[in-house]
């Protein structure tokens, strides 16, 4: 065979590859999953290993939660009675804490203030109850026997728990 035949029968066995484009183009999106991946690992170990700064957040849980659809039944005369307990390692400062009841039943729901007068060391209790007033928050009408509240309680710290009950009479 002479060079030229040889020639051409090289070129039509020869198989083209992707363009050098498509090429580098993928070879960035794999350097980009590739580091994406790195981050979320590396990510993992520096999540776990630090905590946030600042403030740390109360555990707190509800001991005790009673409503009452005939205002007054619970203990003292309350429409409500929550008794929260600081079931963390430190403190909890005095200031505000926020309860937000939810009528399960008719779907109804309201939010009110609970002040905390003095720290709260951990195993304590604090109390929050409707006190002489004995009424339900403001935009919460009084539930209905057998209606299942629950209360979610926000501390000032933003440590938080939640409870359901059955409204007794």
Do not use: H
Request: glycine share 8%; with cysteine; charged share 10%.
């Amino acid at each position: 065979m002479d060079r030229i035949r040889l020639y051409n029968k090289f070129r039509r066995e020869r198989k083209t590859a992707i363009s050098p484009i498509i090429a580098t183009l993928l070879l960035i999106l794999i350097a980009i999953a590739a580091g994406v991946v790195v981050y979320a690992y590396v990510l993992g170990f520096v999540g776990n290993s630090t905590g946030p700064s600042g403030n740390s957040t109360s555990i707190i849980s509800i001991d005790n939660f009673c409503a009452s659809a005939s205002l007054g039944k619970c203990t003292n005369g309350n429409a409500y009675y929550i008794v929260i307990r600081n079931v963390g390692a430190s403190s909890i400062a005095a200031g505000t804490a926020q309860l937000y009841f939810t009528d399960q039943t008719s779907g109804t729901s309201g939010t009110i203030s609970c002040s905390i007068v003095t720290s709260v060391s951990p195993s304590s209790t604090y109390i929050c109850s409707t006190g002489a007033s004995a009424t339900w928050p403001a935009g919460t009408t009084a539930p209905a026997v057998g209606d299942s509240m629950s209360v979610k309680v926000v501390n000032p710290d933003s440590g938080q728990a939640s409870l359901s009950t059955k409204v007794i009479n």
